[in-house]
T-cell receptor, first 117, second 111 residues
């Protein structure tokens, strides 16, 4: 149980285009989902927190107009990187917290590798 | 200032050796999780500890939560090459709040 999926697992796009990443909790309801960014050999950096049906809360320094987050249902959240540039290339990971396990435990997706040319 | 200090950041050992990773803070946590991450994949939950003094075992891995719930440790006995990966501790200060991650420990077990 407590499986979180992400799609796509990797994506290559041209500079200036937008990319959408999906995060789904497969066997539990996720009241809260989180989006992280990770650079090689570093820990995870929280970008934003989203609760189902409400606007996402962004961390300081994260542009909300560039990284659009939609938490449309208790099992789906999406991150759209708008007008992507090479510096947006990174490993993006989502996590979900909700009705699985301990209240505060987060379950992570497998990540999405974004490469912007 | 890092809320969760994790050490060591890098560890390279031979197969069969034992090791301990530490996670320390001046803050009290309501719960603390340990994750293991392999390159190109998301972190996989190993354990959640919630009670001060709690000890949990997962095969050759032993997790301990400090009595004051400010620190935690992960001990691996007889490490194997398959244990290689990035180990992350992460804690929640107040139930319902965000996870705070340590800097991670990159473990390499050489055959």
């Amino acid at each position: 149980g407590a499986v979180v999926s992400q799609h796509p697992s990797w994506v290559i796009c041209k500079s200036g285009t937008s990319v959408k990443i999906e995060c789904r909790s497969l066997d539990f309801q996720a009241t809260t989902m989180f989006w992280y960014r990770q650079f090689p050999k570093q820990s995870l950096m929280l970008m934003a927190t989203s609760n189902e049906g409400s606007k996402a809360t962004y961390e300081q320094g994260v542009e909300k107009d560039k990284f659009l987050i939609n938490h449309a249902s208790l099992t789906l959240s999406t991150l759209t990187v708008t007008s992507a540039h090479p510096e947006d290339s990174s490993f993006y990971i989502c996590s979900a917290r909700g009705s699985a396990g301990y209240t505060d435990t987060q379950y992570f997706g497998p990540g999405t590798r974004l490469t912007v040319l | 200032t890092q809320l969760l200090e994790q050490s060591p950041q890098f560890l390279s050992i031979q197969e069969g050796e034992n090791l301990t990773v530490y996670c320390n803070s001046s803050s009290v946590f309501s719960s603390l999780q340990w994750y293991r991450q392999e390159p190109g994949e998301g972190p996989v939950l190993l354990v959640t500890v919630v009670t001060g003094g709690e000890v949990k075992k997962l095969k050759r891995l032993t997790f301990q939560f400090g009595d004051a719930r400010k620190d935690s440790s992960l001990h691996i006995t007889a490490a194997q090459p398959g244990d290689t990966g990035l180990y992350l501790c992460a804690g929640v200060v107040t139930s319902g709040s965000r996870l705070t991650f340590g800097e991670g420990t990159q473990l390499t077990v050489n055959p």
